[in-house]
């Protein structure tokens, strides 16, 4: 019960402070979208941060780290940190230097200006939304999962659980209804805070949970290893950790390496570009690009060795958390912690999963409202009061189709943000051509857009709709069969076909490249 009141009184705060941000709301379009462009160097920072690390990066990783060894360090974590803050700065600065010139709010008008192309939006809409979807239910997932973890009672035995008249989850608050109160907390200082109750938000939630995931790792380590420092204890670990988790030498380097265009999904997702949007300048991005990959490893580092010393036999684990590698992270912050602390820690976990939340709900918001009705009713014909309140019934819409969705039988959290991130970096191409490239022709875009999600919903049909978790593209090539990550397939098709399209048809017209290429 007492973790149930900490986890209670840590939303209870959320609200409070949507509640102070709606208070600096000037009642604009603007400022409720983009907190007008007044976000400094480390609000920003930890708002993208918080952003980016979602359940996946916590939940996700140490469960996949469980079932496959650290090796899943290397694969995700390493090169994100590399990547992310190579697309703040080769995206993310241009991008935030173009929105300011003309007035963008999201990526979609961006690309129908550059390319000239009023249904392009029409076809990038769904898509985006689409794809942010997947990325929403891994949060709503993972949050519903955390709580009933940690406020259930022991196997077989709900009387020690916190609501013990749910029997049916040992006397933990069912996963149904742990989503629905997360969803509405979130929906609650996203409606009425709009991107600065966001980005409050999302800058508290960020301290949170890197302070409570240091503590978390530090208290596990000392409890498992049983030594006087926290050196010790890891060196103790890491000798019980098998042979078959301490590498990566069950998966092939074709398929590891392929792993590593996984992260070039942050250039194209939706609510990242609104983010860079708020920026006060471009010299906000600075920390940003240094801290952003110190700030991985501090994360990832600590979620991945606690997967990993779950699968060595140290701890043993009951049947369902063993079959659920879900809630590996969090039955181990209730099974190695006080009450107290596992409540506090359990707080930590959430405000990770909720950072992401609340950006995305937001950006699906901003862009129906801007990109679907502003555009094509006029967009002088509604007040800023009537485009937020279109805003925020839109967001409404979403919660309740994520959370619908969420009642669903679960996928793996990191199955599922693989398939989410993938979509999403098999269109990095078309973003960094719009950029880079003169060249990129209307036809182009269509071309890379369309075989983009062409061949990412077949794969995804072949790997039984995200069932098959180890699902790979695999190349016989001169008698060796080389396995790839479906991402890989994606990214150069996607490529191709931008390439060899915009090349055989018309060219863009010389006033757009003069806007978006200037000479001087």
């Given at each position: ?112 200006d550059r390319l000239d192309s009023d249904k392009l ?161 471009a010299k906000s991005f600075r920390l940003s690009v ?231």
């Amino acid at each position: 019960m007492i973790q149930l009141i900490i986890i209670a009184c840590y939303l209870g705060l959320l609200l409070l402070l949507g509640m102070m941000a709606s208070r600096f709301f000037s009642g604009s379009k603007a400022d409720y979208q983009l907190a007008s462009h007044s976000i400094g160097p480390f609000l920003l920072l930890m708002s993208v941060f918080g952003t980016t690390m979602t359940a996946f990066a916590l939940v996700g990783s140490s469960g996949e780290a469980f079932k496959e060894g650290v090796g899943v360090y290397g694969m995700l974590a390493s090169s994100s940190g590399i990547i992310h803050s190579l697309c703040f700065f080769l995206i993310g600065i241009k991008m935030w230097d173009l929105g300011r010139r003309n007035g963008y709010s999201t990526q979609i008008q961006f690309f129908r200006d550059r390319l000239d192309s009023d249904k392009l939006g029409l076809l990038l809409f769904p898509i985006l939304v689409g794809l942010v979807i997947p990325y929403l239910l891994i949060g709503v997932l993972s949050s519903g999962t955390v709580i009933q973890v940690i406020t259930s009672g022991a196997p077989g035995q709900p009387e020690t659980g916190a609501l013990p008249y749910f029997t049916g989850t040992n006397g933990g608050l069912p996963r149904q209804i742990g989503s629905l109160v997360v969803c509405g907390v979130v929906l609650c200082y996203v409606f009425f805070g709009g991107m600065r109750g966001t980005a409050w938000a999302n800058a508290f939630q960020t301290i949170v949970f890197m302070v409570l995931g240091v503590v978390t790792f530090s208290v596990i380590a000392s409890k498992l290893g049983g030594q006087e420092g926290l050196l010790d204890n890891l060196r103790v670990l890491g000798e019980k950790i098998p042979e078959s988790k301490a590498t990566r030498s069950e998966m092939s380097q074709s398929k590891f390496l392929t792993y590593l265009l996984v992260p070039l999904s942050v250039g194209m997702f939706p609510h990242l570009f609104q983010h860079w949007l708020t920026a006060k300048s471009a010299k906000s991005f600075r920390l940003s690009v240094v801290a952003h990959p110190i700030f991985i490893m501090i994360v990832w580092v600590p979620c991945v060795l606690i997967g990993v010393w779950a699968a060595s036999g140290i701890v043993r684990l009951p049947p369902p958390i063993a079959a659920n590698p879900n809630s590996v992270l969090i039955f181990l912050v209730k099974s190695q912690t006080t009450a107290v602390l596992g409540g506090f820690l359990t707080a930590g976990v959430l405000a990770a999963i909720m950072s992401s939340l609340d950006s995305q709900f937001l950006c699906l918001g901003t862009m129906f409202s801007t990109d679907i009705v502003s555009h094509y009713a006029g967009k002088d014909r509604y007040d800023d009061r009537t485009q937020v309140f279109i805003t925020r019934a839109f967001i409404i819409g979403i919660v309740a189709i994520t959370y619908g969705l969420s009642l669903f039988e679960p996928r793996s959290v990191f199955t599922l943000g693989i398939w989410c991130f993938s979509g999403f970096s098999a269109l990095f191409p078309l973003v960094f051509a719009a950029i880079y490239w003169r060249g990129l022709t209307k036809a182009g875009a269509y071309a890379c857009v369309l075989t983009a999600i062409g061949v990412w919903v077949y794969l995804f049909r072949e790997s039984g709709y995200g069932a098959n978790g180890s699902y790979t593209v695999d190349l016989p090539l001169g008698g060796v069969t080389y396995e790839t990550m479906p991402v890989a397939t994606m990214v150069l098709a996607s490529t191709v076909a931008l390439v060899v399209v915009s090349l055989v048809t018309p060219k863009p017209k010389a006033e757009t490249l003069a806007k978006f290429f200037p000479t001087t």
